[in-house]
């Protein structure tokens, strides 16, 4: 991979296998960097006994963070209009474009990380690694940045990361989709640029919120359950609440302290054998096809794998028009059931 690629970095993640057995993943990164003193190597510990998809998630992005360096505070030139974006793992490639574009709508520098929008299925030609997305040499840069701003619960502790060593501020976004998300999004990006929402997202939001009154009598006491991840979990269930539709039960692969933010009746850290009761609609990933037709309920997939769903890395799923999107789609979803 080194000598036919040529990557500015490489991220070692290891296996349960590989945890369980006690290899010596460090000292093989340690050597392969002293071998290869232009390339930048990180270790990330991911044991698939601990945690789920977020948590080794997050690790990962804290593990880059590492080639930011130890500048110290009082040496720290904050580069003007340049924010921090941490991007938890439930947006699509859309999404990351849509936040590129929202948060540059507003006159501001954004360094992503992970930016996915790579994935959007741009590429031309066969190669193992993806083109574009955020540089190394923006990575290292990101100490200079006036603030952070997390976009999920489990983007904290890179944030507070961020903040430890170069002082940086920081907020976390639980939610980025429906109304009350997405008006926190462009409130934050409004404090930090001085200026105001642009007139193009103000027009979304009023489509949204006729768009919502639209489909309000198919949400109305519908009882839904969610089998995804934390982040995505909290993020969903804020707009269905917003809809009038009650998450009966959240199935989430791992304990998390933020699991208390998800709204939800019933929350169970379990898999898609632990769903049990009597639902309008099962929200999950491409897995939960059994699940859906064992309790006779329709099946709208998001998350992590969708493979049964063309253009899944196309779906705008945060912000005002995102939202917008995702409440037309399981309306017509449960339209067609009930």
Request: charged fraction near 20%.
């Amino acid at each position: 991979t080194i000598e036919k690629q040529g990557p500015a970095l490489i991220g070692v993640l290891t296996s349960g296998l590989s945890e369980v057995r006690g290899d010596d993943v460090a000292g093989v990164v340690k050597n392969l960097g002293i071998r290869n003193p232009g390339l930048k190597i990180v270790h990330i510990s991911t044991p698939d006994y601990e945690g789920g998809l977020e948590t080794g998630y997050a690790k990962a992005v804290e593990a880059v963070l590492d080639i930011t360096g130890d500048t110290a505070k009082d040496y720290r030139i904050p580069e003007k209009g340049q924010i921090n974006l941490l991007v938890g793992s439930h947006l699509t490639p859309a999404d990351f474009t849509e936040l590129r574009e929202m948060i540059e709508a507003f006159g501001l520098k954004p360094v992503i990380l992970p930016d996915l929008a790579a994935l959007d299925g741009s590429r031309q030609g066969f190669s193992a690694l993806a083109v574009g997305g955020t540089k190394t040499g923006e990575i290292e840069v990101m100490g200079r940045s006036e603030f952070t701003i997390s976009v999920g619960l489990s983007m904290e502790s890179p944030a507070r990361l961020l903040k430890d060593r170069f002082g940086i501020e920081y907020t976390v976004l639980e939610s980025v989709s429906g109304l009350k998300g997405a008006d926190s999004l462009m409130d934050t990006l409004s404090a930090l640029s001085g200026r105001a929402v642009p007139p193009g997202y103000e027009r979304q939001r009023r489509s949204l919120i006729d768009g919502m009154r639209d489909a309000h009598f198919y949400y109305g006491g519908k009882r839904v359950c969610l089998a995804l991840e934390t982040d995505l979990s909290v993020q969903t269930s804020m707009w269905l609440e917003e809809m009038g539709a009650g998450v009966e039960l959240a199935v989430i692969p791992a304990g998390s302290t933020s699991a208390q933010r998800i709204r939800a009746r019933s929350i169970v850290v379990g898999d898609l054998f632990s769903i049990e009761g009597d639902f309008d609609v099962l929200i999950a990933n491409s897995h939960g096809e059994d699940t859906a037709r064992r309790l006779g309920v329709p099946l709208y997939q998001m998350g992590f794998p969708v493979y049964r769903i063309l253009g899944n890395n196309s779906r705008i799923t945060m912000g005002y028009r995102g939202t917008l999107m995702l409440i037309n789609e399981i309306a017509n979803l449960m339209m067609e059931v009930h």
